[in-house]
């Protein structure tokens, strides 16, 4: 059963890296087509897509994080991780992690275009 589950530091100071993980994969996070995905959401803005790892291993990335961020996976506790290097205050958001069906979603994706969400942490950068 799929129960993600995002956790990780509440305050990360700028210039940091900041470390996320997400847990609750459910059966294995290899199995064919599924790709797990890292979604932001900036205070008052919407939803921002950051990048997936596949099944396969292969990881996609938003070209505007400027190779800042990296995803890996760990298959044999199905946890995937994220981290995002160098981070200022406009990096503030809550992260969750999801599953989704294909590489990238669609540019004015929403919450259905994932059918497994975590409940979201809060990230705040400090100045």
């Known amino acids: 059963q799929v129960q993600l589950q995002e956790s990780g530091p509440g305050l990360v100071e700028s210039f940091q890296t900041l470390s996320l993980n997400c847990s609750g994969v459910g059966g294995s996070i290899t199995i064919y087509n599924y790709y797990w995905n890292w979604i932001r959401q900036p205070p008052g803005k919407g939803l921002e897509w950051m990048g997936a790892?596949?099944?396969?291993?292969?990881?996609y990335y938003r070209p505007s994080l400027n190779s800042r961020a990296s995803i890996s996976r760990y298959t044999s506790n199905k946890q995937f991780t994220l981290q995002l290097d160098s981070v200022t205050p406009a990096d503030t958001a809550v992260y969750y992690c999801?599953?989704?069906?294909?590489?990238?979603?669609?540019?004015?994706?929403?919450?259905?275009?994932?059918?497994?969400w975590g409940q979201g942490t809060q990230v705040t950068v400090s100045s």
């Open positions: 999801a599953r989704g069906d294909r590489q990238r979603p669609k540019s004015d994706f929403g919450r259905d275009d994932f059918d497994y």
């Open positions: 790892i596949a099944y396969s291993g292969k990881t």
